[in-house]
């Protein structure tokens, strides 16, 4: 695993800002993630969510790391779900994003995969079907895009492997109890939503990155060599859809000034579908905003 140079996007002051994005967690969890020992052998496979974020890259050196310290490296793949276009071509998530992800696989020498919805050709079509935006009750963009898929491809692996009963797939994750009350709440493994009775699968979710800081995140990057995208350099303190409802305002702002032609197709869809993008603000005040 060679190292690269690394310049930390927007350095202390970045971390700084984006702490200001999430309300203090209630409570830190009962154990921190290093203390939880994630038991490859009771698994046949481990994947991980790989947006192309900077959480992402933490998280698969994490795993990586550990499974190889195990001698279990070879169960370990790496999943990007692909989130497709909108009808005038413009990616939903930010170019590059899925490159990065495949670096990281690639630095790890594990297996990369990139599967999108069965059921929507993109996000963007799932949308206007649903005619109205994703929001904190109505996650639908994660649910049908990612949490889905990521169960389909699990049951591909279970095929693949042809075990002759139910896969035991680890799915690890990047979400962090920095970031909001309800995942500091979250448990570093537990059940996944996608096993259940009947299935053909039995899924743990793991958070191996749980207990980090942002900026533990970015130390991580830098002291292995891991690849950043650039949207972290050119101002933006997360890394999801471009025009993404639960975003933090300033970041839609910086967003729409790096992305003027895809927030305007989505301010058009905006008026279409009659309902405003979020309850606080519009897309073309975010428009308005980004001009200014």
Do not use: L, S, T
């Given at each position: 695993m060679t190292k690269k140079p690394f310049t930390p996007p927007c350095a202390a002051g970045c971390v700084s800002a984006q702490m200001e994005l999430?309300?203090?967690?209630?409570?830190?969890?009962?154990a921190p993630a290093e203390a939880v020992e994630f038991d490859f052998d009771a698994h046949d496979v481990v994947v991980v969510g790989d947006s192309g974020g900077k959480d992402s890259g933490a998280t698969a050196h994490e795993v990586c790391t550990r499974a190889d310290k195990a001698g279990q490296l070879h169960k370990v793949r790496i999943l990007h779900c692909d989130l497709g276009t909108t009808e005038r071509g413009h990616l939903v998530e930010w170019p590059g994003a899925l490159e990065v992800a495949r670096s990281h696989a690639k630095q790890y020498a594990v297996p990369f995969a990139v599967r999108r919805s069965k059921l929507w050709g993109s996000l963007w079509q799932r949308i206007r079907s649903h005619g109205n935006w994703p929001g904190h009750f109505a996650r639908y963009c994660t649910s049908d895009t990612k949490t889905a898929v990521g169960r389909d491809y699990v049951d591909e692996v279970g095929v693949e492997l042809r075990l002759g009963r139910p896969v035991r797939a680890g799915?690890?994750?990047g979400m962090r109890a920095e970031e909001s009350r309800a995942r500091a709440k979250k448990p570093v493994l537990e059940r996944n939503r996608m096993s259940g009775k009947g299935t053909l699968r039995v899924v743990t979710t793991w958070l191996p990155v749980h207990q980090l800081s942002t900026e533990q995140v970015w130390q991580v990057h830098q002291e292995n060599g891991i690849e950043h995208h650039e949207a972290y350099d050119q101002g933006m303190r997360r890394l999801s859809c471009r025009a993404c409802p639960l975003a933090h305002t300033d970041d839609l702002v910086r967003s729409a000034q790096l992305n003027p032609e895809l927030f305007e197709e989505y301010a058009e869809a905006e008026q279409?579908?009659?309902?405003?993008?979020?309850?606080s603000i519009s897309l073309r005040e975010i428009i308005e905003r980004a001009r200014s």
């Open positions: 999430f309300a203090a967690p209630a409570a830190a969890p009962a799915y690890a994750m279409e579908m009659g309902h405003q993008f979020r309850k």
